[in-house]
């Protein structure tokens, strides 16, 4: 079947600018992840959704983010005046159940803050 | 939080080479995970062994939980095994903690 999705796979905005980042998860996946990958950083976790509620929202760095997902399906990343920052590869990942099942992980959206 | 640590950091091979890639962790953990990144930054799922062994053809994994370590076999490698392995894990909570990867370059 289907892997995760998202979209778009790359955006370029101005800073100061809100960003809207899509994923789609595999079919049927009840958890669905957020992490992000940069130079700096590696790769760390942002925030998880088991169903429609984020047990776990540790990792989202600052206020200017924040996700949402709906139906128990798609879930949307969102970035508000984004800084230089920020700039880094975002990745999605679901997995059938939250609590140590496999997770996989889309392509990725690869954000840049000019 | 849990500690994540691979090694060894960048490996060079030539083509049909083997090699082994180690992942220490500092707790207990319920999931592990061995990814490889391919050049278009993909994560490719390669093995879910929080315990035991397995094998996939060329590659295989160990993890000895008890000891806190797994370890990544590669045999006859090939230049497209080429990229970043990471091992990653799920100790307390549902997030997966990653290592720092090793970057791995096969020689034709």
């Known amino acids: 079947g289907a892997g995760v999705s998202q979209s778009p796979s790359n955006k370029v905005t101005e800073k100061g600018k809100d960003v809207e980042l899509r994923c789609d998860p595999i079919?049927?996946?009840?958890?669905l992840y957020w992490y992000r990958q940069s130079l700096g950083q590696g790769l760390e976790f942002l925030i998880y959704?088991?169903?429609?509620?984020?047990?776990?929202k540790s990792g989202l760095p600052s206020d200017r983010f924040s996700a949402e997902r709906t139906g128990g399906s798609v879930s949307t990343l969102t970035i508000q005046r984004t800084q230089q920052e920020d700039s880094a590869v975002y990745l999605c990942?679901?997995?059938?159940?939250?609590?140590?099942?496999?997770?996989?992980f889309g392509p990725g959206t690869r954000l840049t803050v000019t | 939080g849990i500690q994540v640590e691979q090694s060894p950091p960048d490996l060079i091979l030539q083509e049909g080479a083997n090699s082994t890639l180690r992942c220490n962790f500092s707790d207990s953990v319920n999931n592990l995970q061995w990814f490889h990144q391919n050049p278009w930054g993909q994560l490719i799922n390669l093995f879910y062994i929080p315990s035991g062994t397995k094998q996939n053809g060329r590659l295989s994994a160990t993890t000895v939980a008890t000891e806190r370590y797994s370890l990544l076999y590669i045999s006859s490698s090939q230049t497209t095994d080429s990229g970043v392995y990471f091992c990653a894990v799920v100790s307390s909570g549902d997030k997966l903690t990653f290592g720092t990867g090793t970057r791995l370059a096969v020689r034709p």
């Open positions: 079919s049927g996946h009840t958890a």
């Open positions: 959704f088991q169903g429609n509620s984020a047990p776990d």
């Open positions: 990942a679901s997995s059938w159940l939250a609590g140590g099942y496999e997770q996989y």
